[in-house]
């Protein structure tokens, strides 16, 4: 059964950097779009990032832009999220998820849309 996994949270200090992993298996990325969520404590789901296998284009959330990138290991079929010049408030669980491009571009995809979703990693900022 195709699932996805994350893994790479962590805690780290304000300014610090993480990679997260979201392992892709039953899911080939070259057809999928691969969403990055994120819920604070307290607070909606919030959509992150988002990368298009069928073109390879990226998006992003005005709030991670210019620190968050997303990359692709072909070989592994795993995506990733760098994250740099983290912040407090990018504490949250962080939620990959695939999506069977269904939409023009992986920035449309409602969340209820998506197939397939990870458990979610911890992510918490803080010094």
């Known amino acids: 059964q195709a699932h996805v996994v994350e893994s790479g949270g962590g805690l780290v200090q304000p300014g610090g950097s993480l990679r997260l992993s979201c392992a892709a298996s039953?899911?080939?990325?070259?057809?999928?779009?691969i969403g990055w969520f994120r819920q604070a404590p307290g607070k909606e789901r919030e959509w992150v990032s988002c990368f298009s296998g069928t073109d390879g284009s990226t998006y992003y959330a005005d709030s991670v832009k210019g620190r968050f990138t997303i990359s692709r290991d072909y070989a592994k079929n795993t995506m990733f999220l760098q994250m740099k010049s983290l912040k407090p408030e990018d504490t949250a669980v962080y939620y990959c998820?695939?999506?069977?491009?269904?939409?023009?571009?992986?920035?449309?995809?409602?969340?209820?849309?998506?197939?397939?979703w990870g458990r979610g990693t911890q992510v918490t900022v803080s010094s």
């Open positions: 998820a695939a999506e069977a491009a269904g939409f023009a571009t992986c920035d449309l995809v409602p969340s209820d849309e998506y197939d397939y």
């Open positions: 039953g899911v080939s990325l070259d057809h999928y779009y």
